[in-house]
C-alpha cells in the first residue's frame, strides 16, 4: 500500500505540473527549451507601421525554429516608454520579448526622459533585425532644391522642420540639424502622426521631414518626395546616391558628434528581453534569431516585402549600446535639447 501511495503521489504531481505548465523546460540533453510554450513578442507601437510589419513577418519564423507560438502583443504609449518599462518588469523566463525602437530606447536614457524606468544597459540583448538611415525630404516642387539651399535660407520664415513632438526621432533630428549645422530653423510639431507631419510637407505647410529611409520609401520613388539629406550610410540605396550625408555638410570640428548621432539613428531595431535571463536560455534566443533572420529565403522574403534586414549579435547589440550611452557630453546636450530635458 505504501508503494501504492508513493506512485500515486508522484502522478498527482506530474498531474498538477502538466497542468500548470512547465516553464524553460529542459530539452533530453539538459539544454533550456521553449517547446510547447507562447511567447510574447511586444511592440512598443500600435499596429500597422512598420515595427508592426516587421513584427509579424519575424514571429512565425521564430516560432517555428523554437518549436513555439510567437504572438505578437501591440502595447503603445509615451512614444515607447510604457511597453519599455513593462517588458522591463517581466520575469526573464525567455517567454516575453519586445522589438525596440533603439534611437527611442537610448534617446530617453540619454535624455534623462521623464517616466523613463530602466537601464538600457542591461537587457538581454538577442539582436538587430534592421538598421537604415534617416532621410530628410521635401516636396517635388518646394523652394529647396538641394540642402545647400536649406544651409544658405536666411530670415522670416525659417526653414520649417515637421514632427509630432519633443523626444521624437523626427524632432531630434531637427534639433540636431539646427544646433550642429547653425542653420535658421524651427521644428513645427502637434502633428498627431508621422504620416500626418509627412503630408505636411507635401502640403507645403512646413518644408523639411526627417524620417527612416524605409518610411520615406515610398514617397521618394513616387517622387511627390525629394531627398535632401541622408544621415547615416546610404550605401546600396541607389535612390540616395546624389544625396549628401550628414557628415559631408558639417564642420570638421563638429565631425564627433555627428558621428554619435549617426550611431544613434543607425542602432535600428532590435529584439531584447527583461533583464536577468539566464545565459542559457540567451543563448537559445539569439541561436533561435541568427538562424531565422540569417537564412536566405527569409531575408529575400523580407527584402521582397520592403522589411530588408541588417542582422548584428546580440553580442554586438550590447556592445552598441554600451557605446552610445558613453556618448560625449556634448552630444547628450544636443539629445537632452530635443526631449526639453536640458
Not at 85 to 91: A, I, K, R
Not at 139 to 161: N, T
Not at 196 to 214: F, I, M, N, P, Q
Request: glycine fraction near 10%; aromatic fraction near 6%.
Amino acid at each position: 500500500m505504501r508503494g501504492l501511495a508513493t506512485v500515486l503521489t508522484g502522478l498527482a504531481v506530474s498531474t498538477m505540473i502538466s497542468a500548470c505548465g512547465v516553464s524553460n523546460t529542459p530539452d533530453q540533453n539538459g539544454q533550456p527549451s521553449l517547446a510547447g510554450e507562447t511567447i510574447q513578442l511586444i511592440v512598443p507601437f500600435a499596429p500597422g507601421g512598420g515595427y508592426d510589419a516587421y513584427a509579424r513577418q519575424l514571429a512565425p519564423a521564430l516560432g517555428d525554429e523554437l518549436d513555439a507560438t510567437v504572438v505578437v502583443i501591440n502595447k503603445p504609449g509615451a512614444g515607447g516608454i510604457l511597453a519599455t518599462n513593462d517588458v522591463w518588469n517581466t520575469e526573464p523566463d525567455g517567454k516575453t520579448v519586445a522589438l525596440f525602437n533603439t534611437p527611442g530606447l537610448l534617446g530617453s536614457a540619454l535624455a534623462g526622459s521623464e517616466g523613463v524606468r530602466y537601464d538600457s544597459e542591461k537587457f538581454s540583448y538577442i539582436g538587430r533585425l534592421s538598421s537604415e538611415p534617416d532621410v530628410v525630404i521635401t516636396a517635388k516642387d518646394s523652394a529647396y532644391k538641394s540642402w545647400a539651399d536649406v544651409m544658405a535660407k536666411k530670415g522670416s520664415p525659417p526653414v520649417r522642420f515637421a514632427a509630432t513632438g519633443p523626444g521624437a526621432a523626427e524632432y531630434i533630428d531637427g534639433v540636431v540639424l539646427q544646433r550642429l549645422l547653425d542653420l535658421d530653423s524651427s521644428v513645427v510639431t502637434g502633428y498627431g502622426s508621422s504620416s500626418e507631419a509627412y503630408l505636411g510637407v507635401l502640403s507645403k505647410l512646413v518644408d523639411l521631414h526627417s524620417r527612416t529611409y524605409g518610411s520615406q520609401l515610398s514617397g521618394m520613388s513616387s517622387g511627390d518626395a525629394v531627398p535632401l539629406l541622408t544621415i547615416g550610410s546610404k550605401d546600396g540605396l541607389p535612390l540616395l546616391k546624389d544625396t549628401p550625408t550628414l557628415l559631408d555638410v558639417v564642420a570638421p570640428e563638429k565631425r564627433p558628434l555627428v558621428e554619435s548621432h549617426t550611431e544613434l539613428v543607425e542602432s535600428g531595431r532590435i529584439i531584447a528581453g527583461p533583464p536577468g535571463m539566464k545565459p542559457e536560455m540567451l543563448e537559445l534566443l539569439r541561436n533561435a534569431f541568427k538562424n531565422v533572420v540569417t537564412d536566405p529565403d527569409y531575408a529575400a522574403a523580407a527584402a521582397k516585402s520592403k522589411r530588408p534586414i541588417t542582422f548584428a549579435s546580440g553580442q554586438q547589440v550590447a556592445d552598441m549600446v554600451s557605446d552610445i550611452l558613453r556618448s560625449p557630453k556634448d552630444y547628450v546636450e544636443l539629445v537632452k535639447q530635443a526631449y526639453g530635458t536640458a
